[in-house]
């Protein structure tokens, strides 16, 4: 029997189409469906930094919306991954984030969340 799984990820607009390239591409290319019978359904979506926080909310919740994410992928701004973070975790879905920002120390940040 095989099981589908969701993948979101979020980037930043200015970069989502050079992101979203290699997250789908990356995807298609995984050996994961073939060897354990997982298939994975990609979604991915751009926050606009000139919105509202409610605005990028609202975005977010309708692309995950009637779907089963089980995590996000954020490659973007603080900002960007600060705004996802704050709806996943509402949601309780894991995020691994990536920031942009060359102010900022590049780190990978994991965010888990229990309830």
Do not use: W
């Not at 992101?19 to 290319?29: D, R, V």
């Amino acid at each position: 029997m095989s099981q589908r799984i969701g993948i979101g990820a979020v980037f930043d607009e200015e970069d989502f189409r050079q992101y979203n390239t290699i997250f789908q591409e990356g995807l298609a290319n995984s050996k994961l469906p073939m060897q354990n019978k997982v298939y994975v359904n990609a979604v991915s979506t751009f926050l606009d930094s000139s919105t509202s926080i409610y605005t990028s909310f609202l975005a977010l919740c309708q692309t995950v919306d009637n779907l089963d994410i089980r995590a996000f992928l954020v490659v973007g701004r603080q900002e960007t991954i600060q705004r996802t973070s704050l709806v996943a975790r509402h949601l309780g879905i894991p995020v691994l984030a990536y920031t942009t920002e060359s102010l900022v120390e590049r780190h990978v940040q994991v965010c888990l969340h229990t309830f």
